[in-house]
């Protein structure tokens, strides 16, 4: 990759997300850092139901098996692991904002991203952390370029997708319908071929979401340019 290329930063909750909801980008941003947030054990060893659902007697394991997935994944799709040392709502254990945005923001000037890619946050409550940590640092990092995307599997849900638009505007960021440029050209069929291949290396979690919770990951995937606006004034009486 040349020293002018756009490198991607991608947020990820968890090990899949990324993949899941950008793995054809991915496939055409070769040598993109892939920051998973949610990424350590708990302290003791337990067992979940979501872990038990994806085939795991423990949350060790689950983390282990999860990493060597992840692992496989990106690798598919020549993508750089990032991991943070947090441990997801199942495990609860869940780190203040603060810490999140303070991690996230110092793995971002270690690397040599100016392309950065967060979640909207919809519906889980590891999501939507991740989401406040980043709308916290993005006005401080406004000089990189940043997007939004509509995590895989929870986006068609109703009403969730807008409810995080109307959320950001309040916010004073303006969200525009947009896509990261590609590094080099790739066609679209072999994008969607390369993330078919990165997918399927996340065994248990397929196993978990069942025969057809992740149809909808093989949808078009969707982003959205966000950029620093005023924040709306106020209406008298309000």
């Excluded at 055409?28 to 302290?43: K, L, S």
Aim: aromatic share 10%.
């Amino acid at each position: 990759m040349s020293e002018t290329s756009p490198r991607l930063f991608i947020v990820s909750p968890h090990f899949d997300d990324a993949v899941f909801g950008c793995g054809a980008l991915l496939a055409a941003h070769p040598d993109a850092a892939v920051c998973t947030v949610f990424a350590a054990p708990p302290e003791q060893d337990l067992q979940t139901v979501w872990d038990e659902k994806a085939g795991f007697a423990g949350a060790y394991e689950s983390i282990r098996a999860r990493t060597v997935e992840d692992n496989n994944a990106l690798s598919v799709l020549d993508a750089i692991p990032v991991r943070l040392p947090f441990r997801d709502a199942q495990y609860g254990d869940s780190p203040s904002i603060g810490k999140l945005a303070a991690a996230l923001e110092e793995a971002i000037y270690g690397s040599t991203a100016n392309t950065l890619l967060m979640p909207l946050g919809l519906f889980h409550d590891d999501h939507g952390r991740v989401y406040e940590a980043c709308c916290e640092i993005l006005p401080r990092m406004s000089h990189l370029e940043w997007f939004a995307y509509e995590e895989a599997i929870y986006r068609p849900m109703p009403g969730l997708v807008q409810q995080r638009l109307i959320d950001l505007a309040g916010r004073g960021i303006v969200a525009t319908p947009a896509s990261p440029s590609a590094d080099h050209a790739l066609d679209r069929e072999r994008q969607i071929l390369l993330k078919r291949e990165a997918v399927s290396a996340y065994e248990s979690q397929l196993r978990a979401f069942g025969p057809h919770g992740c149809d909808d990951v093989f949808a078009a995937e969707r982003y959205w340019r966000l950029a620093v606006g005023r924040k709306p004034a106020r209406k008298p009486g309000y």
